[in-house]
């Protein structure tokens, strides 16, 4: 099946840096989600982006199919931003299949 | 337009026992996905389901079993519970491919 990547696991940030986080694909997909789960544990939608770039306020994301990779950007971080970010793949079965994810802590 | 919504919020069982799950989906979803996260993990696929037949399943045992109804909620169950399945389970609707998932159910087992 598709292996998910994500790096870095954890990032640690000051309040209005910017950052960026990357996710590697082992096979090509029709579906590619980024989420952002609160410590409440609820997946919060960011991206439907298989392919191309996106932009939603300070969040934006970029996917390079042809190279099986996707970049999410955040900029000006705030204290909100902070929890697991997951990307997530269907390669065509329906089913989503999620990385490791990547901690943020973004501190005043 | 109401968003996935799911219950109960938490519930502890003991080992053994048998839990059902509830899954409302988005308005006008027809196709209802189950995921169960384990602590510090990413969601793994339980099952789905497509106008009521299941429609692909991950490497989980056929304890774990579900519904789907006319409306397009659905139904998780697990049978005889074992301490591995303490975990957050989440469900997900979608129409086409983009996929939105409720708040979850934090099942704990003694």
């Known amino acids: 099946g598709i292996q998910v990547e994500q790096s870095p696991p954890d990032l640690i940030l000051q309040e209005g840096a910017n950052s960026t986080l990357r996710c590697n694909f082992s096979?090509?997909?029709?579906?590619l989600q980024w989420f952002h789960q609160n410590p409440w544990g609820q997946l919060i939608n960011l991206f439907y982006?298989?392919?191309g770039t996106k932009q939603n306020g300070r969040l934006s994301a970029t996917t390079v199919a042809t190279e099986r990779y996707s970049l999410l950007y955040i900029s000006s971080s705030q204290t909100t931003d902070s929890g697991v970010y997951f990307c997530?793949?269907?390669?065509?079965?329906?089913?989503?299949?999620f990385g490791t994810g990547t901690r943020l802590q973004v501190f005043p | 337009e109401t968003g996935v919504t799911q219950s109960p919020t938490h519930l502890i069982k003991t080992r053994g026992q048998q839990v059902t799950l509830r899954c409302s989906s988005q308005?006008?979803?027809?196709?209802v996905s189950w995921y169960q996260q384990a602590l510090g993990q990413g969601p793994q696929f339980i099952f789905q389901?497509?106008?009521?037949?299941?429609?692909g399943r991950g490497n989980f045992p056929p304890r774990f079993s579900g519904l789907q109804f006319p409306n397009y909620s659905s139904e998780l169950n697990v049978n005889a519970l074992e301490l591995d399945d303490s975990a957050l389970y989440l469900c997900?609707?979608?129409?086409?491919?983009?996929?939105?998932f409720g708040p979850g159910t934090r099942l704990t087992v003694l």
């Open positions: 997900a609707s979608s129409l086409v491919n983009e996929q939105f």
């Open positions: 096979d090509s997909v029709n579906n």
């Open positions: 982006i298989p392919s």
């Open positions: 997530a793949v269907d390669g065509n079965t329906d089913k989503l299949i």
């Open positions: 308005s006008g979803h027809n196709t």
């Open positions: 389901y497509y106008r009521e037949e299941e429609n």
